[in-house]
């Protein structure tokens, strides 16, 4: 079964301190990943994708995140964390199939301490 | 991008009534949509997928009775949530598929419904 994983329920992280939100998938094919978060009571802001071509892919509000297919992972990072970056963090895949559906991750909240 | 509204934001009812709720992509077409249920501190769960001019195609262990789906027009679907219980409570998010040149889901900003 398609699957994709987000090992950590939560990140705790210190403000100005690089951080790392894991995403891992089984999926096959090519399928295009996806980073989102999610303020409380809202819905999805869209962060990055990666479709095709350079691994590393750099997004919205200085988040980035590296596309390793050797390890099937989509891992979310950004070089200095702010506190505002305090919200939940979805990885969603779209195989490639035609159907256009999202596999999510189980969601990482984020937590960044001043 | 492409921006996608939700009608209303929140919303309380009483049991048994029935409670309509509309996204709509403001800015482009949307051949396909989604519907999604969200619990609190949980992930989202797809409830269904609607198809313009088509009947929706429901997620094993959705309700279609109880929950229909319209998309009658390539910017608009509607959720109805029908005799509405206390554990219909939830979030609700809609997404639109934006096509080429995009590839990607744009999300509605969600719906939340208290049924009393």
Same mark, same amino acid.
């Given at each position: ?19 790392? %939100? ?11 990943? !996806?980073?989102? #978060? ?7 802001? !869209? ?9 590393? #892919? /750099? ?51 984020? /937590?960044?301490?001043? | 991008?492409? &921006? ?6 929140? #919303? ?6 029935? %409670? ?13 949509? !989604? ?26 262990? %959705?309700? /279609?009775? /109880? !929950? ?12 109805? &949530? ?32 208290? #049924?009393?």
């Amino acid at each position: 079964a398609q699957s994709v994983a987000q090992p950590e329920d939560q990140v705790n992280v210190a403000e100005g301190n690089p951080l790392t %939100v894991k995403c891992t998938y089984s999926v096959s094919g090519n399928p295009y990943l !996806f980073w989102y #978060v999610q303020y409380p009571n809202r819905g999805l802001q !869209f962060l990055l994708k990666y479709i095709t071509g350079d691994n590393l #892919v /750099k997004g919205s509000y200085g988040f980035e995140a590296e596309f390793n297919k050797s390890q099937t992972s989509f891992h979310l990072k950004k070089p200095s964390a702010l506190v505002s970056d305090s919200a939940l963090y979805f990885c969603a895949v779209s195989p490639t199939s035609g159907t256009y559906k999202y596999i999510f991750g189980t969601g990482t909240r984020l /937590k960044v301490l001043a | 991008g492409a &921006v996608v509204s939700q009608h209303p934001s929140r #919303v309380i009812c009483k049991s048994g009534t029935s %409670v309509k709720i509309e996204c709509r992509s403001l800015d482009f077409q949307a051949t396909t949509m !989604f519907w999604y249920r969200q619990f609190p501190k949980q992930s989202l769960m797809l409830m269904a997928t609607s198809n313009e001019g088509s009947k929706a195609t429901y997620e094993q262990g %959705v309700e /279609k009775d /109880k !929950f229909l789906i319209n998309h009658a027009s390539l910017t608009l679907s509607t959720l109805t &949530v029908t005799s509405a219980h206390p554990e219909d409570s939830s979030f609700y998010i809609c997404s639109a598929w934006g096509g080429a040149p995009y590839n990607e889901q744009f999300f509605g900003p969600g719906t939340r419904l208290t #049924v009393l």
